[in-house]
């Protein structure tokens, strides 16, 4: 499914790192040892001796009262001879009725208890009269149904919107990963795979309902009841089916008739819906001549439809069911006046996530959710990569990098990174939390690593030969390796150049392997010879050694090459050596970061690095090797991997840096040191000021007004930049913003351009007063975009005017404008929008903790706002305030307690870190500007004094 869904487990994993970014700033943020189907948890997982092949479900829908009745029928092939018991799951309301029915006729069922059910394992027990030999049965299952009134629920839901200020209800579907059980009874599992024959009966007055095929026929059940029939899906899993029932409408596009494609909204929507089309339908077109299979080809005897739906109420970002996507609004529904480039990159990007799932997914499944990532790395891959090549104006192939890679490298730092082949992933909790950063972004950036390695031909040709060798089936990873090895096998360049690599291994090695490495040179200027050695990479803690098999490229000053990411060399011991010319030139290695690891150099090699970052010929140095020099030199300082003097150094030709890859592999970085010296108010000044220092130039390169002739990442520069300037108090985007805001406010028709709102609207309600934000909330609430909303709930934030603030915290629980997905979001801007904020989020917190978990959905939405306090808890007694809130909370508390407790230790942890870097950070500004050394005990002894108060 679609990235949205990692938010919470990117926050529980990263408790010690949370910038104060918000994760969904970022498209990034937006799964055997013998790849086995063995029962971990038997009791949770069916056994696979009854298989379900073709299923046949008819529903009977009544959406006003949020309940529906249902009859499935599941023919299933025994595997197994003496068979006492048919296990399936289920959690609907009630069973009404159960038939088995056998080659020789019905087969008896026990009396009295012909069936039992497990409410804790979600599984219905058809307890058979006598036991069973293999063969085809079927089985028939009468039950009641409800239509969930919380979206967070998943399964089959409510949701609702306003049409001329009236409320409309629909109901819809997200059953990934093991929500179809409350739709419906069912081997809920991706490995069971069958053909589904849907039947749905609704109110004759809403819109024909969607399902993942299209209608076959329809028929009056009663003047007020429709009864329609879709035709049979090919061989899908229980998660991928999926249905709709609603008054939403639907515009049709498609280059010819054997091509349908759809986008589908609620009323007063349909002129959101053009943009989508375009770029979904020629992500489309890409895909297919990609993989050589034709989507509309993959019915399996129906024409597959592509239908693309957008909801106001949607849990995740978006799910690949086959044929009936579903997105959140705001990753569809484009408008060109109030749908900023960001969220346009987003619509783009998510549209070929999901459309890259109909052959990684849909096609070939997953055996079992330890190993998502046989789905969802290769939809993260394509979602930057179809996207690319349906629009290279976007620039997403080299936007992967900063996004995709940087995050898995992110993800990996942490001492409790899990693997890809995830073993410990056996009930749902494992299960959704594996759904995270190392399946999707890691994922993709491993595959993409593996492109370079094999070459982009025989990269496809393997992938070509998975989906053959397996498709309307499962994959396992050995069936990856298998392809990989037959596509090199017919290779020549790959075989002359690697004639004893094991691609399989190679691969392997990353799937199996927690964590990613950092790799440490050292150069002989004497002798040339390069000695590299790798180990894992972790912010802190200790982990067991580990090695990769690294491709490696490289190049080497005198001969700079940035053309070839082909790598020259495995690397598959710890420590390997390389020759290259001798004398004094530093070398750089992961050419435009194609691999997915950080580089660490000798002292020797940073400084020549340094200097000639600073010279006119920075630009030699490719811009993404430039983006990961800072972002791997800023983690070390984190990590205390490098002198804090010389990176500092390094990182000095930020000031003459204009690019846009550049400083987005800086800013989140730096901004976590910032927010580290926050407790110590010398630090802090010195080094905010540092950083306005470094911006003067990209801030004068971009201005502030957009051109006609800005690319991609000119615009989005302008954005990460202006935001981050006006934030830390920088005088010229202040005043430019705040006349933009003036002139707004003095005439509505002077809009604020789409790009710049988010810091514009955030200066103006900062500067402004109550009726700035009255005005701003009034916005909000007639807005028909969802992009825009979002970007305003984040602005609304920015007010200082005290009362404002507590209003938009109440609104966040009772406004039901403010989605049930989006509320935690607003209950982070609020930590966001001002400094001043924290004292007036923690009295709402503390006042409404238990309100805000009804509201919001769930303890599991209380945690996340819990989580995002961390990187905002600053100073000690606040720590020790909230930590007193926590204690005598205790029982109320219940399921948020560890959380809390977890994030007095990272604050905790945060104010040592930066107790440990202030005295170097402020000695290297202050050698630059001339003044003295400072000693270490003006800024610390106060900081010491009082953290020992906490052991
Ligand atoms: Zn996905």
Not at 219 to 229: A, F, L, P
């Amino acid at each position: 499914m679609g990235t949205n869904m990692l938010l919470p487990t990117v926050f529980c994993i990263l408790l010690g790192s949370i910038a104060a970014i918000p994760q969904e700033d970022f498209r990034s943020n937006l799964e055997w040892s013998d790849y086995s189907t063995n029962l971990d948890e038997p009791a949770y997982r069916l056994r696979d001796v009854v298989y379900p092949t073709d299923v046949n479900l008819d529903l009977d829908v009544y959406l006003n009262h949020l309940n529906f009745s249902g009859l499935v029928q599941i023919d299933v092939q025994v595997r197994e001879n003496n068979l006492r018991q048919i296990v399936l799951h289920q959690k609907v309301v009630s069973i009404t009725g159960v038939n088995v029915v056998g080659p020789n006729g019905p087969v008896p069922l026990q009396f009295p208890r012909p069936y039992t059910t497990d409410d804790y394992y979600e599984i219905l027990l058809i307890n058979l009269d006598q036991p069973i030999n293999i063969g085809n049965y079927s089985i028939a299952i009468r039950y009641n149904g409800q239509i969930n009134a919380n979206p967070l629920d998943r399964g089959f839901y409510r949701g609702y919107y306003y049409l001329n200020n009236e409320l409309r209800v629909y109901a819809t579907t997200q059953f990934q990963p093991y929500h179809a059980r409350k739709a419906f009874p069912c081997f809920d599992e991706p490995q069971f795979k069958s053909r589904y024959t849907i039947s749905i009966t609704r109110d004759t007055s809403l819109s024909p309902s969607y399902s993942n095929m299209a209608i076959r026929s329809a028929q009056d059940v009663s003047t007020s009841r429709i009864r329609e029939n879709f035709y049979t899906t090919p061989i899908i899993s229980a998660y991928l089916v999926a249905f709709h029932v609603s008054d939403f409408v639907s515009t049709e596009y498609t280059s010819t008739d054997a091509k349908p494609f759809s986008i589908i909204s609620r009323q007063g929507a349909t002129n959101q819906h053009q943009y989508a089309a375009e770029i979904g339908l020629k992500i489309t077109n890409e895909l297919d001549d990609y993989f050589g299979i034709q989507y509309h080809e993959m019915g399996q005897g129906a024409l597959m439809k592509n239908d693309h739906i957008a909801l106001p109420d949607f849990p995740s970002g978006a799910m690949e069911n086959w044929g009936m996507v579903n997105y959140r609004e705001a990753y569809l529904l484009y408008d060109e006046n109030n749908t900023n480039l960001n969220n346009k990159i987003f619509i783009a990007t998510i549209m070929a996530h999901e459309l890259g799932h109909k052959w990684f997914g849909n096609l070939v499944t997953c055996f079992w959710w330890s190993n998502l990532w046989l789905n969802e790395s290769f939809a993260s891959f394509f979602e930057y990569f179809g996207a690319h090549w349906a629009d290279p104006a976007l620039e997403l192939d080299d936007q992967f990098v900063v996004d995709y890679v940087h995050s898995a490298l992110n993800s990996d730092a942490s001492q409790f990174a899990t693997p890809m082949n995830h073993t410990d992933v056996v009930d749902n909790d494992s299960i959704t939390s594996h759904f995270s950063v190392t399946s999707y972004a890691k994922g993709a950036s491993v595959l993409k690593m593996m492109e370079h390695f094999v070459g982009w031909r025989t990269f496809r040709n393997a992938l070509r030969y998975y989906l053959r060798n397996n498709e309307y089936d499962i994959g396992f990873p050995v069936d990856m390796y298998t392809a990989f090895k037959q596509a090199v096998a017919e290779d020549f360049t790959f075989q002359r150049d690697f004639p004893n690599v094991d691609v399989g291994a190679v691969f392997d090695s990353w799937v199996q392997n927690p964590g990613s490495p950092v790799i440490n040179v050292a150069r002989n200027n004497n002798t040339g010879v390069i000695t590299v050695n790798q180990q894992r990479y972790v912010l802190s803690g200790a982990v067991a050694p580990t090695t990769w098999h690294i491709p490696l490229t490289w190049t080497q000053h005198g001969s700079l090459n940035f053309n070839s990411t082909r790598p020259s060399t495995v690397l598959s011991d710890e420590i390997g050596t390389i020759n290259a010319a001798s004398g004094d030139h530093f070398v750089i290695f992961n050419i435009a970061q194609s691999g997915l690891y950080r580089v660490n150099y000798d002292t020797n090699n940073w400084q020549l690095l340094a200097s000639y970052l600073k010279s006119n010929n920075r630009q030699n140095i490719h811009k993404l090797n430039r983006a990961q020099i800072v972002n791997d030199i800023l983690y070390f300082v984190r990590s205390n991997s490098i002198n804090r003097t010389l990176a500092f150094d390094v990182l000095d030709f930020l000031r003459d840096e204009t690019d846009y890859y550049v400083w987005n592999g800086a800013l989140t970085q730096i901004d976590w040191i910032l927010r580290r010296l926050e407790h110590l108010p010398t630090a802090h000044a010195a080094f905010s000021e540092y950083i306005l220092e470094l911006m003067n130039t990209v801030i004068n390169h971009l201005g502030y007004n957009e051109h006609s002739t800005d690319s991609t990442s000119t615009i989005l520069n302008r954005m990460q930049i202006m935001n981050y300037a006006c934030n830390l108090g920088h005088s010229g985007c202040i005043s430019d913003s705040l006349d933009k805001w003036r002139q707004h406010r003095a005439n509505v028709s002077n809009l604020v351009p789409v790009n710049l709102r988010r810091y514009v609207y955030c200066v103006g309600l900062r500067e402004g007063n109550e009726t700035d934000y009255n005005y701003l909330y009034s916005v909000y609430n007639s807005s028909e975009n969802t992009a825009d909303m979002v970007v305003i709930l984040r602005a609304l934030a920015c007010t200082k005017h005290q009362p404002s603030l507590e209003h938009y915290l109440q609104q966040s629980m009772y406004n039901d404008k403010v989605r049930i997905h989006d509320r935690t979001n607003a209950f982070s801007f609020a930590l966001q929008g001002n400094p001043e904020n924290l004292p007036i989020v923690l009295n709402f917190l503390y006042n409404n903790f238990a309100a805000i978990r009804e509201t919001y959905g769930g303890v599991a939405r209380l945690n996340i706002c819990l989580n995002a306090i961390a990187a905002f808890l600053t100073d000690y007694q606040t720590i020790t305030q909230f930590q007193t809130w926590v204690y005598s909370n205790q029982l109320e508390l219940v399921g948020s307690v560890g959380v809390g407790n977890n994030v007095v230790a990272a604050a905790l942890n945060n104010l040592t870190w930066g107790n440990g870097a202030a005295v170097e950070i402020v000695n290297f500004l202050n050698s630059r500007s001339g003044s003295t050394t400072i000693l270490a005990s003006s800024i610390l002894i106060l900081a010491a004094m009082l953290l020992q108060m906490f052991r």
